[in-house]
Protein backbone atom coordinates (compact mmCIF):
# COMPACT_ATOMS: atom_id res chain seq x y z
CA UNK A 1 0.00 0.00 0.00
CA UNK A 2 2.13 3.03 -1.70
CA UNK A 3 -1.16 5.49 -1.03
CA UNK A 4 0.10 6.33 2.12
CA UNK A 5 3.55 7.51 1.50
CA UNK A 6 2.65 9.43 -2.07
CA UNK A 7 -0.43 11.04 0.01
CA UNK A 8 2.28 12.13 3.00
CA UNK A 9 4.16 13.59 0.29
CA UNK A 10 1.34 15.64 -1.64
CA UNK A 11 -0.01 16.90 1.83
CA UNK A 12 3.85 17.90 2.97
CA UNK A 13 4.28 19.46 -0.48
CA UNK A 14 0.90 21.68 -0.35
CA UNK A 15 1.62 22.39 3.29
CA UNK A 16 4.76 24.19 2.18
CA UNK A 17 3.18 25.71 -0.67
CA UNK A 18 0.49 27.29 1.57
CA UNK A 19 3.08 28.46 4.25
CA UNK A 20 5.49 29.95 1.65
CA UNK A 21 2.11 31.84 0.33
CA UNK A 22 1.17 32.56 4.34
CA UNK A 23 -1.77 31.09 4.25
CA UNK A 24 -3.55 29.58 7.37
CA UNK A 25 -5.77 27.45 6.27
CA UNK A 26 -5.94 24.66 2.81
CA UNK A 27 -9.75 24.69 1.42
CA UNK A 28 -9.18 22.14 -0.67
CA UNK A 29 -6.35 19.74 -2.59
CA UNK A 30 -7.40 18.31 -5.87
CA UNK A 31 -5.68 14.99 -7.11
CA UNK A 32 -5.21 14.18 -10.20
CA UNK A 33 -4.44 9.99 -10.45
CA UNK A 34 -4.06 8.05 -13.39
CA UNK A 35 -5.30 4.52 -13.81
CA UNK A 36 -1.90 3.24 -14.98
CA UNK A 37 -0.23 4.69 -11.44
CA UNK A 38 -2.05 1.45 -9.65
CA UNK A 39 -2.98 3.68 -7.40
CA UNK A 40 -6.46 2.74 -5.46
CA UNK A 41 -8.46 6.45 -4.99
CA UNK A 42 -10.47 5.48 -2.21
CA UNK A 43 -7.15 4.47 -0.22
CA UNK A 44 -5.95 7.94 -0.74
CA UNK A 45 -9.81 9.11 0.64
CA UNK A 46 -9.10 6.71 3.73
CA UNK A 47 -6.08 7.64 4.56
CA UNK A 48 -6.36 11.25 4.17
CA UNK A 49 -7.89 12.36 7.73
CA UNK A 50 -4.95 10.16 9.54
CA UNK A 51 -2.26 11.70 6.97
CA UNK A 52 -3.68 15.59 8.27
CA UNK A 53 -4.95 14.94 11.28
CA UNK A 54 -1.93 16.48 13.52
CA UNK A 55 -1.60 19.41 10.92
CA UNK A 56 -3.87 22.31 11.74
CA UNK A 57 -3.68 24.31 8.10
CA UNK A 58 -5.40 21.30 6.93
CA UNK A 59 -8.67 21.24 9.22
CA UNK A 60 -11.74 21.07 7.30
CA UNK A 61 -10.12 20.41 4.23
CA UNK A 62 -11.92 18.84 1.38
CA UNK A 63 -10.02 16.14 -0.78
CA UNK A 64 -11.26 15.86 -4.81
CA UNK A 65 -9.99 13.06 -6.54
CA UNK A 66 -9.98 12.74 -10.64
CA UNK A 67 -8.94 9.79 -12.08
CA UNK A 68 -7.52 10.17 -15.51
CA UNK A 69 -7.88 7.25 -17.96
CA UNK A 70 -5.28 4.93 -19.24
CA UNK A 71 -5.49 5.63 -22.78
CA UNK A 72 -3.18 4.29 -25.50
CA UNK A 73 -2.36 4.65 -29.40
CA UNK A 74 -2.10 1.45 -31.12
CA UNK A 75 1.18 1.27 -32.89
CA UNK A 76 0.07 -1.27 -35.49
CA UNK A 77 -3.16 0.14 -36.40
CA UNK A 78 -3.31 3.81 -34.68
CA UNK A 79 -6.51 3.04 -33.10
CA UNK A 80 -6.83 5.29 -29.39
CA UNK A 81 -8.63 2.66 -26.86
CA UNK A 82 -8.28 2.84 -22.80
CA UNK A 83 -5.66 0.05 -21.62
CA UNK A 84 -7.36 -0.78 -18.77
CA UNK A 85 -10.93 -1.64 -20.26
CA UNK A 86 -9.20 -3.55 -22.97
CA UNK A 87 -6.73 -5.43 -20.70
CA UNK A 88 -3.60 -4.18 -22.41
CA UNK A 89 -4.92 -5.15 -25.97
CA UNK A 90 -5.91 -2.96 -29.17
CA UNK A 91 -9.82 -3.78 -29.16
CA UNK A 92 -9.43 -3.45 -33.11
CA UNK A 93 -6.14 -5.44 -34.30
CA UNK A 94 -5.72 -7.53 -30.92
CA UNK A 95 -2.01 -5.84 -30.66
CA UNK A 96 -0.48 -5.25 -27.69
CA UNK A 97 2.10 -3.01 -29.00
CA UNK A 98 1.14 0.42 -28.15
CA UNK A 99 2.78 4.01 -26.93
CA UNK A 100 0.44 5.21 -23.48
CA UNK A 101 -1.06 8.62 -24.33
CA UNK A 102 -2.10 9.27 -20.69
CA UNK A 103 -2.97 8.07 -16.91
CA UNK A 104 -0.09 7.39 -15.44
CA UNK A 105 0.59 10.67 -13.59
CA UNK A 106 0.34 11.64 -10.08
CA UNK A 107 -0.25 15.42 -9.12
CA UNK A 108 -1.27 17.93 -7.07
CA UNK A 109 -3.66 19.50 -9.61
CA UNK A 110 -5.11 22.44 -7.74
CA UNK A 111 -5.20 23.98 -3.87
CA UNK A 112 -8.19 25.87 -2.79
CA UNK A 113 -7.81 28.29 -0.39
Known sequence: ???IGVLTKAVD???SVAKDNGLD???Y???EIGELTGYVPLFFEKYFPVV???RPIFNGTELRI???RGQALCRDCQS???VMKQEG???KCGSREKKILGGQQFLVKDIGY
Open 25 to 27: HVG
Open 29 to 31: ITL
Open 66 to 68: QTV
Open 89 to 91: RCP
Open 1 to 3: MHE
Open 80 to 82: LYN
Open 13 to 15: LVE
Open 52 to 54: TED
